[in-house]
């Protein structure tokens, strides 16, 4: 039971590039969700997909695109990066948050 | 939206001593409450929850209070110890039948000195 799991774990990328973030669950969570962390900002969300088949915007959102391709995976997708977006990357999944979030071990990005 | 406030920002206590952390949310309608501890370069883990029925939940040295009228909560770490040094995030949402997106505070950076 791996839990979720993040890939990849580091990432540097030049500023345009694009890339995704992979991210798969093995608990049956209904629920899954991409969070930014930034010092002193604590744990912003991005997107959520609320069931299988949804997707819904979070706070910061702009600049990202998901993907919920079964109830297992849910990915992010950075189109064109910017500065702006290097940041640590969580993905966490829930049962509608009976028993609060799961997380990932992370994604630390760097876009230069 | 809901919005969720946390202080301090950093604590430092003795080895031994209490360290309590508090939080104010926004939403009236919020009605679960949990708390992460994040290690350094870890992820964060659920470390206790709160719904807003009840108003006070302890697990051997954390405990957890709500005050649904003045809407804040608030950890209560007893008789700390080193491994307690990490960064808390408390957090708010409304579950629903259909999701539970969460919002959490900053985060309180917690020292416990040997």
């Known amino acids: 039971n791996a839990g979720v799991t993040q890939t990849p774990k580091f990432q540097v990328l030049k500023t345009g590039q694009s890339m995704t973030l992979q991210c798969a669950q093995d608990?049956?969570?209904?629920?899954m969700y991409w969070y930014r962390q930034d010092p002193g900002m604590g744990l912003r969300l991005i997107y959520y997909?609320?069931?299988?088949?949804?997707?819904d915007k979070g706070e910061v959102p702009n600049g990202y695109n998901v993907s919920r391709l079964n109830k297992r995976e849910f990915s992010l997708r950075l189109e064109s990066a910017a500065p702006s977006q290097t940041s640590v990357y969580f993905c966490?999944?829930?049962?509608?948050?009976?028993?609060?979030?799961?997380f990932g071990s992370g994604t630390r990005l760097t876009v230069v | 939206g809901e919005n969720v406030e946390q202080h301090p920002s950093t604590l430092s206590v003795q080895e031994g001593d209490s360290a309590v952390i508090k939080c104010t949310y926004s939403d009236s309608a919020s009605n679960y409450f949990p708390w992460y501890k994040q290690e350094l370069g870890k992820r964060p883990q659920l470390i206790i929850d709160?719904?807003?029925?009840?108003g006070e939940k302890k697990d051997q040295r954390i405990a957890v209070t709500l005050n649904k009228t003045a809407k804040h909560f608030s950890l209560h770490i007893t008789e700390t110890q080193p491994e307690d040094s990490a960064v808390y995030f408390c957090?708010?949402?409304?579950?629903?039948?259909?999701?539970?997106?969460?919002?959490f505070g900053p985060g309180t950076s917690l020292s416990v000195i040997p």
């Open positions: 957090a708010a949402s409304k579950v629903k039948t259909s999701y539970d997106k969460v919002i």
């Open positions: 709160i719904r807003s029925n009840v």
């Open positions: 997909s609320a069931s299988e088949g949804t997707t």
């Open positions: 608990m049956n969570h209904n629920s």
């Open positions: 966490a999944s829930s049962d509608r948050g009976l028993y609060g979030y799961t």
